[in-house]
């Protein structure tokens, strides 16, 4: 009987110190030699022609592959969010934290998912790109 509540402890502790590691996503203008974010913020402004701002993936844990998408969906008024693209980039299998450069064009309200490439979901969050 010991034995099993023992298993089943460790079990347990075993759960909340793996559900304690949260992946993040930070929008911000660039990332520092140490992988931090350099000015993040949810809300970019771009010009007319349009922007770029780094997507930072903080895992806290090695990815394990090479390649992650961002699906990139558009909300609209009514909070529906409608498919805008998907965007495919390498990673470092080693990584714990990675970022990428992705261009804005259009202003209005995004959520991004971050998979891996096949198919696992990482992290998630919102943006809004207003226009000057």
Same mark, same amino acid.
């Given at each position: 009987?010991?034995?099993? !509540? #023992?298993?089943?402890? !460790?079990? #347990?502790?075993?759960? #909340? ?32 022609? $349009? $922007? ?6 903080? !895992? ?8 992650? *998408? ?8 009514? $909070? %529906?969010?409608? *498919?805008?693209?998907?965007? *495919? %980039? ?14 804005? /064009?259009?202003?209005?309200? +995004?959520?991004?998912?971050? +998979? ?5 979901? #990482? /992290?998630?969050?919102? !943006? ?5």
């Amino acid at each position: 009987m010991k034995k099993i !509540l #023992l298993i089943a402890f !460790l079990t #347990l502790v075993s759960i #909340l110190i793996n559900s304690s590691i949260a992946q993040s996503l930070y929008f911000c203008e660039g990332v520092d030699k140490d992988g931090n974010a350099i000015t993040p913020t949810n809300s970019f402004t771009i010009s007319a022609k $349009g $922007g770029y701002l780094y997507f930072l993936v903080d !895992l806290g844990y090695e990815i394990g592959t090479d390649e992650v *998408y961002y699906e990139i969906y558009r909300v609209d008024s009514k $909070g %529906k969010e409608i *498919y805008d693209k998907t965007i *495919y %980039k390498e990673v470092d299998p080693k990584s714990k934290k990675f970022a990428h450069q992705i261009m804005f /064009t259009t202003p209005g309200k +995004y959520n991004i998912y971050v +998979y891996k490439g096949d198919g696992i979901y #990482l /992290t998630s969050n919102s !943006l809004r790109i207003n226009q000057k």
